[in-house]
């Protein structure tokens, strides 16, 4: 059975948004895809997916925006940039190739742009496990009214089977002399 559930929260200018979506799958498949500040919630959130969610594959997707004032800031290695940044000069004057985007390419390499690490609160905790429930209650309303078709749609090809048997019954009788 297909699913979907979605929750989204405001608070304090940190939106929190959770996605639960789910394909047809004779396993539990779990996909969760969080901000590493709430890694150590994974094998947490983990564990109330299985034990609400039997069966499919499913993709759960956990964002975390922080408006402008709740941003940390990046910051430059200087040191290490000015030592890549020569180093390819020398590179570039020895091989006689072009030097114009050395600064955008020296800004690409590992750890000369570090950004701070987002700091998690309890509060925050508290928040995205509330959101998360919301969007797990909206993932299974979707999943019951989902089932509550499929029901009717059944019960009705059964109903319409039964019929056509009993018309079947009706005329079996004619039907083997008709045959000789």
């Known amino acids: 059975m297909t699913g979907y559930g979605l929750a989204l929260t405001d608070h304090e ?4 948004s959770v996605e639960i979506k789910s394909l047809n799958s004779k396993f539990l498949e779990l996909n969760l895809k969080l901000p590493r500040a709430f890694s150590d ?5 983990r564990n109330i997916c299985s034990k609400d969610i039997e069966r499919g594959k499913v993709s759960v997707s956990i964002n ?9 800031g990046a910051t430059i290695n200087a040191g290490l940039l000015s030592k890549y ?5 020398e590179i570039n004057l020895s091989l006689g190739a ?3 985007n050395l600064l955008q390419a020296v ?3 590992p750890e000369v742009i570090t ?3 987002e700091e998690v609160n309890e509060g925050d905790w508290d928040i995205l496990n509330d959101t998360f429930t919301k969007a797990l209650a909206a993932f299974n309303q979707f999943r019951a009214a989902e089932g509550l078709v499929l029901k009717t749609d059944l019960e009705l090809r059964i109903k319409n089977i039964l019929q056509f048997f009993a018309e079947v ?12």
Not at 41 to 45: G, N, Q, V, W
């Open 13 to 16: 200018n940190v939106k929190f």
């Open 41 to 45: 919630k994974e094998l947490l959130l």
């Open 64 to 72: 975390v925006e922080r408006g402008e004032e709740n941003l940390k």
């Open 85 to 89: 940044y020569k180093q390819l000069q």
């Open 98 to 100: 072009d030097s114009t």
């Open 107 to 109: 800004l690409n390499f």
């Open 115 to 117: 950004y701070a690490e």
């Open 169 to 180: 019954e009706v005329l079996e009788p004619l039907r083997i002399p008709g045959i000789k």
